[in-house]
């Protein structure tokens, strides 16, 4: 039979696995509100402390629709060539962005995103800190979790 | 320079593109609103016709929201395990989820995913078509259009 309440309690092991998908991650999928619709895109992830962090144009409407409404999602745990992407790991997190100073990340940012050096100082690309407010772990089917900013590490 | 407006002229080539990343999908990032925000989760993808289907749980928060409110967004494309996944071509669709049948899709989908016949029986799970309004195609850094339901092969 199906499970009723697909949500089982939070322990370290989802902590952990959470943390992993976070900070192993160098894309994944933005969901923002655009004319009161989601919209999701692609962009490519780095972290500001327990949080991500991402690098946008204000040419993007992606960047446009942030800045008019902070309220966002990112979708992390990319499937291998391989697995069944229903069963690998995933983490949905619920953020605000909020401005991240471009001189503080850029160097990090590079490190993790070489080919971005082609055009991180063009003067329309900004970074946006998603600070995490609640978080979704799915770490396969039935194995579902609710995490809170501090399970990801948030001091 | 950076080019002020990124949007190039919707041409065959686009139409294309955007047709096969949509068709060769299997999965994608699935945006709803909960709450009046955005929420990215991971959903397994088919076609109705020109449409994308997914099929999902009513014990799942991404279906509750999307029977509470139809505006959704799915992201397909994904990059292979070696290419820049900011430069892999994705698409965007802008759709209205609306009930289809589990017996006119079940076939089909069962082909291209089997290993939902472990659950696509249970009670709790239904097909949802995205009716696609608007779409937005990245072929790489530079190269977006907009497109409409029409030019992704909608009668």
């Known amino acids: 039979m199906p499970q009723t309440d ?3 309690p939070t322990d370290d092991d989802a902590r952990n696995l959470a943390q992993g998908l976070l900070r192993g991650a160098t894309y994944g999928a933005l969901g923002v509100l655009v004319d009161g619709a989601p919209m999701v895109t692609r ?3 780095g972290m500001a402390g327990a949080d991500p962090l991402i ?8 960047t446009r629709a942030l ?3 902070p309220a966002c999602s990112l979708l992390v745990g990319e499937p291998g060539p391989k697995g069944d992407p229903l069963t690998h790991p995933r983490l949905t997190l619920q953020c605000l ?5 471009k001189a503080t990340h850029r160097g990090a940012w590079l490190d993790r995103h070489p080919k971005s050096k082609l055009y991180i100082d063009f003067g329309d690309f900004l970074f946006l800190r998603l600070a995490v407010q609640a978080a979704h772990l799915n770490g396969g089917f039935g194995k579902a979790f609710r995490l ?3 399970d990801l590490g948030a001091a």
Chains 1, 2 share one sequence.
Do not use: G, K, W, Y
């Not at 690098?55 to 992606?62: D, M």
């Open 55 to 62: 690098l946008v144009s204000t040419l993007s409407e992606h």
């Open 67 to 69: 800045l008019a409404d």
């Open 6 to 8: 697909p949500i089982r």
């Open 43 to 45: 962009v490519a992830v």
């Open 97 to 101: 962005a909020e401005s991240a100073e």
């Open 148 to 150: 809170t900013a501090s």
